[in-house]
């Protein structure tokens, strides 16, 4: 009943006030809102507790490199205060406004799509890619392919809106937004070889076009295709080893499959933060205390650092972590439960998406359950764009909350 | 409204449904989610309860951090007035980690570092290292350069602190034995196995081992009880600093004599060194503590295999007796370097062995003489002289069926000879009567009394056992004890005859020889202290002051012209001793060792002296004048040093021998000993005012030099040769006796006693 009910609210803001002084009130209305706290204190419990660990997993290694062990520490410290900070600016940005401006998906897309080009005249190589850019003034470096997973989502989520329902529904439609996911992906792929990124961008483009639509079994299809093409691929590895010889990506297969028999770095990452696990047990060796970390795990408070929570808080901190990320994609459900409009929700839909992805690989990778791709936990590992960027999706997610919000209690 | 609602229906079911669905389908892949987020907390329970304890073993068991030892410092040694004599000093074993140079494929690490390591230490061959780094990324440890200095380090050590790419290098810490004195007080102090900081061998390095070194530390981890690993740090205890009772300076001048004897007469009749063994010991007459003990030849203990000082040495051979044992045997052959090129390592390392040993306390010889004083001593103890009888000495006595001779055979016989005069005149006559009176068992008892034949329990390692080398009441017969009275036919050593003698002299007591005073920590706090240790009363002070008087009169004036020991006394100085010419096995072969045993000052010991000059290099051995005046010139040093002041007038030629000794002394220590800027001018007027004042109270010298006084002096022999072929002593004139053979090769020799080997 209460949905009937907002529902026709939304109508009357959205297509019948359309006078500045409307907005203007709406706006005025919209910033004496609450916020949802409950969501804000799990990201800042999660940011709280990544810089803890960051600290413990990275303090070692900082010191050894950099002299001072708190080097990692300070420099993601200040991403995440850089982060916060933005998080709150979008808490104020009329987004709705913005996307109804002409040719803001084609803005958004070129967007997208452009930054990735950025990497080849200013990209930095680094750990043996070319992911980074310098920013200029600030110094810092930016990872691209985090701005496109930000604004492929805004790009999804007004297309996907404009499209309409039955379009969407469509193998015309969904092809249309696949396949400009795909482009971008393959350059995310091609010209910053970065894999990960790549597949996630395309997996919260598929989650947004199957929530969009009406239509199911296309979905199951590629969802039973993909996994079909991965058995086949682990079938063809573990029969075959001399074919995992050539290519790189098949070794990583292969020495998934066999981690004791691999020479390869990645896969004596993946033992190795097994054996964290292992050595962790069920309550952990307490905070501080791994030795994985110090020398065998490679950057412990990169991708590996779910290993080094497992080694020092058990498995009970594992799940425990694992429950806090649950709750704040829960939180965020409910906020999409509440948004009538459709642009909203599948931005709060992608954001999830992209939580929710990173999230399962990394763990996935971390506990061997998967081959080893570089994907960071988010708000955990150590990364700079990685926490400022998904803190400007929380902030949009608040954002899209608030003017639920907002809107009910008008109603 | 209902129009409204209607349509809104109408239109909007499908986005009411839609809006719907898609709510469904989030909350569904939120359900894909939890399942798969369940998957995985499944997954990790499975790790921790299938691999949980291999897992935790494989990472314990990659700790290398677990047994990492730190060294302990191993005490010093440093003589009474705190000279380090040993010491140990931190040195750095250059380590390279390959893994850490390689850890990027850049080689960001690997270029600088090399870079680095050429510069500051030119042996490494940076190629070689090249390549193995590259070849072995997984090498975590191999040593390249062991024990560096810390200046040698240090320079690298900047290059690290300014460039953080410099990586993959440590340096082990570990000690070194470090003797700063070089061969000084070698073999009292002994070395350690590859100068390490423990293994002690010989000397005070192997007595004091256990109190040298200290306890390793360690850095470990260990799995508490909740199979945690934990780091513990446990630091090393550093081996305790030993106080000797040696003065390097005394000790200096003893070897510095030594040497200077060593170089005057090695390749004298003989090739080889100037004697065969010389020995030196000065001890505090009234504590036993071992104030100087040398001998030659010594070594560095910072390099005890270098094998130069053997040449000159006699030719020793490890040859198995008939028990089936090995003994060492010596060989009349002197070690050059053709021989040492030609030496087996076994063979090297015997001869090795007998130049490490401290001839002072291991080597066993028929001291001669110098044993006279304890048998006049014992008679009178037990009341069997009263000290005034007068015996009568013909040259020989028959002793059962063999005559044995006193050194004036030739001469006719001492004559009448007192108590006094048999130690003063060394007469072997009147002692081999005097020890008939004290009879074969209160010989034995008293040679015990002095500790002959049994250990003195001096603080060093090696100490001779001289139980088989001495008689016992059932064995001795009237010929042994004719012939032990003036000590022949037993061995001791010269630790045990000086430790003896400083009984006879201190007023009877027996203190046991030591050479350590205290112990401290490494921090310097006192964990104890050797007080001197009287062991026994040895004979009456009554006696005591008997034998002062038989001592002194045997080096002073009141001796009368035949007394032996008149070229020990320093100048200015009153002395007491007695004089040692021993013949040694085989008899017939006219080999002697030559020594000198007093106290000093006559009128109140301070000091005992004992020098041994085993076997010297002259064509006549048995000239005692060469032991007195190497005691003469080493007490001329020593006594001033210790500011005991000169008593007796000094004649001329006194004066100008010591204001040359002064002069060669000044230039030593105040112009490095470059003695060729001397001129007759630069001489302290101080020395001249007192030449002036002496020469004033002793005006009367012999202005007619006597015949003897034109011969020639024959070097080898070191006597003047008169025109009818006979030798005069160089600077008394006295008729040397040709070869004084005392016991001929007819007379039994202890049969336990063999002067040419010694078993281990």
Redesign the interface.
Known sequence: MANTKT??QNKVVSMNSRTWKDSADSFKEYLETDIDFNLVFIVLFLIGFGLLMVYSASSYIALR???SSAYFFKKQITADVLGLFCMVVTLFIPIKRIINLPHIKKMLYIVAIGVIFLVIPFGIESH?ARRWIQVPFIGGNLQPAEITKLFMILFLAAMINAMG??YISSWKGFGFCMGLTCVASGLLYTITDNLSSALIVFCIAF?MC???S?DFKKYLFFVAAGLAAAAGIIAYVSSNDSASEGSFRLTRISSWLHPENSTETSAHQMLQG?????????FG??LG?S??KI??LPEPHNDMIFAVI?EELG?IG??SL?IM??LM??RM?LI??NT?D?FN?LVV?GV??HF?IQ??LN??VV???IPNTGVSLPFISYGGSSALFLLIEVGLVLNIDRVNRAESRRG | MALKKKKKKSDSRGTFTARQLRFYKLSMLLLVLLVILVFLSIRLVKIVHDHGEDYQRIVLSNQRYDSIIIPFRRGDIVDSKGTILATSEKVYNLVVDASVMMTYDDNRYLEPTLNALGQCFPQIDIAELRAYVTNNESSQYRILAKRLTYGEISEFLNMQENNSYIRGVTFEEEYRRVYPMGNSCSTVLGYTIGNSNSGGKYGLEEFYESVLTGTDGREYGFQNEDATLERTIKPAVDGYTIHTTIDATIQGIVEKHLNEFNETYKNNYRQGNGAENLGCIIMDINTGEILAMADFPTYNPGDYMNTDPLIGCNYYEAVENAGGYIEYRKSPETITQEMLDQMSSDQINVNLYNLWKNQCISYTYEPGSTAKPFTVAAALDCGAITGNEVYTCNGALQVSNYFIKCHTYDSGGDGVVTVQDSIAWSCNVALMKIAQSLGTENMCKYQRVFNLGLKTGIDLAGEARTETLVYNPSTMGPVDLATNSFGQNFNATMIQMIAGFSSLINGGYYYEPHLVSSITDSNGAVIQTIEPRVLKQTVSESVSERMRQYCRATVMEEGGSRRSGRNARPYGYAIGGKTGTAQTIPRETGQIVISFMGYAPADDPQIAIYVVIDRPNFAKQDNVKYACLLCRDILQEVLPYMGIYMTEPLTDEEIKYLEEKQLENTLRYTQGGDSQDAEPGTEDPYEEIELTEITDSTGETASVYPRWMSYPIDERTGYRVGPDGKYYDADTGELAVESTTILDDTIPVNENLDGSSQTN
Not at chain 1, 274 to 282: E, P, Q, S
């Open positions: 529902g026709k490199d950099h002299g043996g329902n039955a989650v199957f929530v969009a009406s097994l054996y964290a696990i292992g050595n962790g047990g069920w060796r307490g205390q030795v994985q020398t065998v497992c498995i594992a799940i694992m990320f649950a994609i829960y459900l999409a439960r009538k459709r929700f839909t999830m998406a929710a999230v399962v763990i996935a506990t061997g359950s």
